[in-house]
């Protein structure tokens, strides 16, 4: 029973065009007829609720006055107008459709009156909801802080109890079965074959009771086009006797009902045959919970089967760090401020650390061609797209190489069209547009895939000429600090063999040289990572590129062999083997300098499970020796950290960084380097790391060799007291 007589808050429900704010405004005529107070919110982006009560009158709709003057501004009595017997009349309104958010708008809406102690100063509150679109949004008004009581207005029509059905389920995951706040069904009659015994069965199965039968009668029309309600007609019409028991029925303690609603089985079952069992589906949080779990690992033995990849962030995220290397692109994220933002110091932040801290440039990530459209609160509730094309259009009269558009999740789920710009494209000017909406396409992952894809469907060119004695470079990691001193080595390398870099395909290029990627006609990927194995797979499918068999090489014996199989390729082996004499006393030179300095010292290495042996050759050939090589092998697959069978008895599998440790301070190495990592003990060993990314060519390790040396070299204990002054100045 309802407690609170003197103020109560109804909510009419049910499938769009069944009737409801034709009853919504009868039932308020009704009240008023009573002389009881009476609001109604109309909360149908239609704003027609209160027309018949307003005399015919349009009112003004509160999300137009909150668009037009803004919420600083805007006052109630911008929206709240005084219609038939003085019922107030209010109209939640929305956008146009087929844009924006309707959902948002009501709960915008709803926040306004919020503001102001209106409801509390009428007996009764009327809500005429768009019911069969039970959004989180649409479904404010059913909250309990709102709605006191439910109607559920309906036909015998399949769908109109099908929405009636959803709207019980709507209540009963807002109030779950603690608490009964459904007063029962309306019914609206249409004069269908079994109508009644449709209903009827329907409301026995949901243990609710028909309040009210609304026959199908001239008279509404006849209200309608006199622009008011059935209850303001002369005579004594026998639809009138409806709302006024209705009207009767809430004036009274009305009793409540939990919401009941069926399986979509029983419920075809039980509208549309003669039978009036119940079976009532309730969901098992335990068991889907248990299901999702399974769908992310499978256990068999010690090993476990990943199904599903981790999440790294949002796809948005992914594409745009992707875009941002096509350095005349101008990338524009679709969305607020604060998602761009968010991206933005992911892409930067690794170029402003290593310029503070290595003097290393980052260009895409120190400054990347990245914007925003900024979307407010009005594009989230009335759609984005002008907003968007006022920005795409700004952009093209810079004249970049493309623009790329990335949807975040507020333009995604309000659904902007973004295909519809790429409509926008110029000759000159491509305009891309990659619908990631947020997270909703997928992880980071899945974004930089949709944006490699989409991007090189876009912008290379099938008929692009050869152009001989050229190479492309594919998928190089986009954050390495030393990707540009990287390719630099490369190009030298590929330089003195007569071979020119074509495009650097989502390293660092433009539009231009990704247009023309099918002019080099050999591939060369930058690491056998799996998103770069991935890349390739997608090139060589969908373009027919050819790639050499090896990536980018790492040390003295994987570039050797490399610069061969390009002399194989392009008819220059000579060439290839002059190069790698010349490179090769280099090296030399290069080790046999280190060696005066580290010969005979101890190596401790700890590898994860992958080829090390340019690390290794180097080790020996400057005249080290290895205490322990330990690979950590968390996978359990075949070790493949060493091609030299030989030294396959100089390895140890490991199982923790633990019993590495102890391994450790038993050995008393000279250098401890490893692939992660690792507590710092005495001062007089050296520590390194294994650079995720080596530096690439025959002199990969002499590198890692010369910083041991001048690690050696370092008073360790100095340097710390020397980092004092800087670190209590900027941290402290």
Same mark, same amino acid.
């Given at each position: 029973?309802?407690?609170?007589?003197?103020?109560?808050?109804?909510?009419?429900?049910?499938?769009?065009?069944?009737?409801?704010?034709?009853?919504?405004?009868?039932?308020?005529?009704?009240?008023?007829? @009573?002389?009881?107070?009476?609001?109604?919110?109309?909360?149908?982006?239609?704003?027609?609720?209160?027309?018949?009560?307003?005399? /015919?009158?349009?009112?003004?709709?509160?999300?137009?006055?909150?668009?037009?003057?803004?919420?600083?501004?805007?006052?109630?009595?911008?929206?709240? !107008?005084?219609?038939?017997?003085?019922? /107030?009349?209010?109209?939640?309104?929305?956008?146009?459709?087929?844009?924006?958010?309707?959902?948002?708008?009501?709960?915008?809406?709803?926040?306004?009156?919020?503001?102001?102690?209106?409801?509390?100063?009428?007996?009764?509150?009327?809500?005429?909801?768009?019911?069969?679109?039970?959004?989180?949004?649409? *479904?404010? #008004?059913?909250?309990?802080?709102? *709605?006191?009581?439910?109607?559920?207005?309906?036909?015998?029509?399949?769908? *109109?109890?099908?929405?009636?059905?959803?709207?019980?389920?709507?209540?009963?995951?807002?109030?779950?079965?603690?608490?009964? =706040?459904?007063?029962?069904?309306?019914?609206?009659?249409?004069?269908?074959?079994?109508?009644?015994?449709?209903?009827?069965?329907?409301?026995?199965?949901?243990?609710?009771?028909?309040?009210?039968?609304?026959?199908?009668?001239?008279?509404?029309?006849?209200?309608?086009?006199?622009?008011?309600?059935?209850?303001?007609?002369?005579?004594?019409?026998?639809?009138?006797?409806?709302?006024?028991?209705?009207?009767?029925?809430?004036?009274?303690?009305?009793?409540?009902?939990?919401?009941?609603?069926?399986?979509?089985?029983?419920?075809?079952?039980?509208?549309?045959?003669?039978?009036?069992?119940?079976?009532?589906?309730?969901?098992?949080? %335990?068991?889907?919970?248990?299901?999702?779990?399974?769908?992310?690992?499978?256990?068999?033995?010690?090993?476990?089967?990943?199904? @599903?990849?981790?999440?790294?962030?949002?796809?948005?995220?992914?594409?745009?760090?992707?875009?941002?290397?096509?350095?005349?692109?101008?990338?524009?994220?679709?969305?607020?401020?604060?998602?761009?933002?968010?991206?933005?110091?992911?892409? $930067?932040?690794?170029?402003?650390?290593?310029?503070?801290?290595?003097?290393?440039?980052?260009?895409?990530?120190?400054?990347?061609?990245?914007?925003?459209?900024?979307?407010?609160?009005?594009?989230?509730?009335?759609?984005?797209?002008?907003?968007?094309?006022?920005?795409?259009?700004?952009?093209?009269?810079?004249?970049?190489?493309?623009?790329?558009?990335?949807?975040?999740?507020?333009?995604?789920?309000?659904?902007? +069209?973004?295909?519809?710009?790429?409509?926008?494209?110029?000759?000159?000017?491509?305009?891309?547009?990659?619908?990631?909406?947020? +997270?909703?396409?997928?992880?980071?992952?899945?974004?930089?895939?949709?944006?490699?894809?989409?991007?090189?469907?876009?912008?290379?060119?099938?008929? *692009?000429?050869?152009?001989?004695?050229?190479?492309?470079?594919?998928? %190089?990691?986009?954050?390495?600090?030393?990707?540009?001193?990287?390719?630099?080595?490369?190009?030298?390398?590929?330089?003195?063999?007569?071979?020119?870099?074509?495009? =650097?395909?989502?390293?660092?290029?433009?539009?231009?040289?990704?247009?023309?990627?099918?002019?080099?006609?050999?591939?060369?990927?930058?690491?056998?990572?799996?998103?770069?194995?991935?890349?390739?797979?997608?090139?060589?499918?969908?373009?027919?590129?050819?790639?050499?068999?090896?990536?980018?090489?790492?040390?003295?014996?994987?570039? #050797?062999?490399?610069? &061969?199989?390009?002399?194989?390729?392009?008819?220059?082996?000579?060439?290839?083997?002059?190069?790698?004499?010349?490179?090769? =006393?280099?090296?030399?030179?290069?080790?046999? !300098?280190?060696?005066?300095?580290?010969?005979?010292?101890?190596?401790? &290495?700890?590898?994860?499970?992958?080829?090390?042996?340019?690390?290794?050759?180097?080790?020996?050939?400057?005249?080290?020796?290895?205490?322990?090589?330990?690979?950590?092998?968390?996978?359990?697959?075949?070790?493949?950290?060493?091609?030299?069978?030989? =030294?396959? #008895?100089?390895?140890?599998?490991?199982?923790?960084?633990?019993?590495?440790?102890?391994? @450790?301070?038993? &050995?008393?190495?000279?250098?401890?380097?490893?692939?992660?990592?690792?507590?710092? /003990?005495?001062? +007089?060993?050296?520590?390194?790391?294994?650079?995720?990314?080596? +530096?690439?060519?025959?002199?990969?390790?002499?590198?890692?060799?010369?910083?041991?040396?001048?690690?050696?070299?370092?008073?360790?204990?100095? $340097?710390?007291?020397?980092?004092?002054?800087?670190?209590?100045?900027?941290?402290?």
């Amino acid at each position: 029973m309802s407690e609170n007589i003197q103020h109560l808050e109804l909510a009419v429900y049910g499938k769009g065009g069944i009737g409801k704010s034709t009853i919504s405004a009868n039932l308020t005529a009704a009240l008023a007829q @009573r002389g009881l107070r009476v609001l109604q919110i109309g909360c149908d982006p239609k704003h027609d609720s209160t027309r018949a009560l307003m005399g /015919g009158e349009r009112i003004p709709t509160v999300l137009d006055v909150l668009r037009d003057r803004g919420k600083e501004n805007a006052v109630i009595e911008d929206v709240l !107008r005084s219609g038939y017997l003085g019922c /107030g009349c209010i109209e939640a309104g929305g956008p146009q459709p087929g844009v924006g958010c309707a959902g948002r708008g009501i709960i915008s809406a709803f926040e306004f009156l919020g503001r102001y102690s209106l409801r509390e100063s009428y007996d009764r509150v009327i809500y005429d909801v768009l019911g069969d679109v039970v959004c989180g949004g649409f *479904a404010v #008004s059913v909250r309990r802080e709102y *709605a006191d009581a439910v109607f559920l207005v309906t036909s015998g029509e399949y769908m *109109a109890l099908y929405a009636a059905n959803n709207i019980l389920r709507g209540i009963r995951n807002f109030d779950s079965d603690r608490y009964a =706040r459904v007063a029962g069904i309306i019914y609206n009659e249409r004069k269908l074959e079994d109508e009644d015994g449709r209903v009827k069965r329907f409301a026995d199965a949901v243990g609710l009771p028909v309040l009210a039968k609304v026959p199908k009668s001239e008279a509404f029309a006849l209200a309608e086009e006199k622009n008011v309600t059935l209850m303001q007609l002369e005579g004594d019409l026998p639809e009138k006797k409806v709302f006024e028991y209705l009207a009767e029925l809430v004036s009274s303690p009305l009793k409540l009902h939990k919401a009941n609603p069926l399986s979509d089985e029983d419920h075809e079952r039980i509208v549309l045959g003669n039978e009036t069992s119940l079976s009532v589906s309730v969901p098992a949080p %335990e068991a889907a919970e248990t299901q999702d779990a399974a769908q992310e690992t499978s256990v068999s033995g010690s090993t476990q089967k990943v199904t @599903r990849r981790p999440l790294y962030g949002c796809a948005f995220n992914g594409a745009a760090t992707t875009a941002v290397h096509l350095t005349d692109a101008v990338v524009i994220a679709h969305g607020p401020k604060a998602c761009a933002f968010y991206t933005w110091q992911n892409i $930067s932040s690794p170029g402003r650390r290593n310029i503070f801290n290595r003097g290393v440039l980052m260009p895409s990530s120190i400054s990347p061609n990245f914007e925003s459209t900024d979307i407010s609160h009005n594009e989230a509730v009335f759609g984005g797209m002008e907003l968007l094309r006022r920005s795409v259009r700004d952009a093209l009269d810079r004249k970049p190489g493309a623009v790329i558009v990335i949807s975040t999740c507020v333009s995604g789920i309000i659904g902007d +069209d973004l295909s519809s710009i790429e409509e926008m494209s110029t000759d000159e000017v491509p305009v891309i547009a990659l619908a990631t909406d947020g +997270d909703l396409a997928g992880d980071y992952m899945e974004g930089l895939r949709m944006a490699q894809e989409t991007i090189l469907q876009r912008l290379v060119d099938r008929q *692009a000429p050869e152009v001989p004695m050229s190479v492309n470079i594919i998928g %190089e990691t986009a954050i390495a600090s030393n990707a540009d001193s990287n390719f630099a080595v490369m190009e030298r390398l590929l330089g003195m063999m007569g071979i020119r870099v074509n495009c =650097r395909c989502f390293g660092s290029c433009t539009a231009s040289e990704l247009r023309g990627l099918l002019s080099a006609p050999v591939n060369i990927l930058a690491a056998n990572t799996s998103d770069a194995l991935e890349l390739k797979e997608y090139l060589e499918k969908n373009f027919g590129c050819r790639f050499l068999d090896a990536p980018l090489p790492i040390g003295l014996e994987a570039t #050797s062999e490399w610069l &061969l199989s390009l002399g194989d390729i392009f008819g220059c082996r000579e060439k290839a083997r002059e190069i790698i004499q010349q490179e090769r =006393r280099m090296y030399d030179e290069a080790v046999g !300098r280190a060696a005066s300095r580290l010969r005979g010292k101890r190596v401790f &290495l700890t590898a994860i499970n992958a080829r090390t042996d340019w690390l290794m050759d180097t080790v020996l050939d400057a005249g080290m020796e290895f205490c322990h090589i330990g690979v950590l092998n968390y996978m359990r697959s075949p070790l493949i950290v060493t091609e030299h069978p030989d =030294r396959l #008895s100089m390895i140890t599998e490991i199982t923790s960084t633990a019993q590495t440790e102890e391994l @450790r301070r038993e &050995l008393r190495p000279d250098i401890v380097i490893s692939a992660y990592t690792v507590p710092k /003990g005495d001062d +007089d060993v050296v520590y390194d790391v294994i650079p995720m990314l080596p +530096d690439l060519g025959m002199l990969s390790a002499v590198m890692i060799l010369q910083r041991w040396i001048s690690l050696m070299d370092t008073n360790r204990k100095g $340097s710390w007291e020397n980092d004092r002054e800087l670190f209590e100045k900027y941290y402290s």
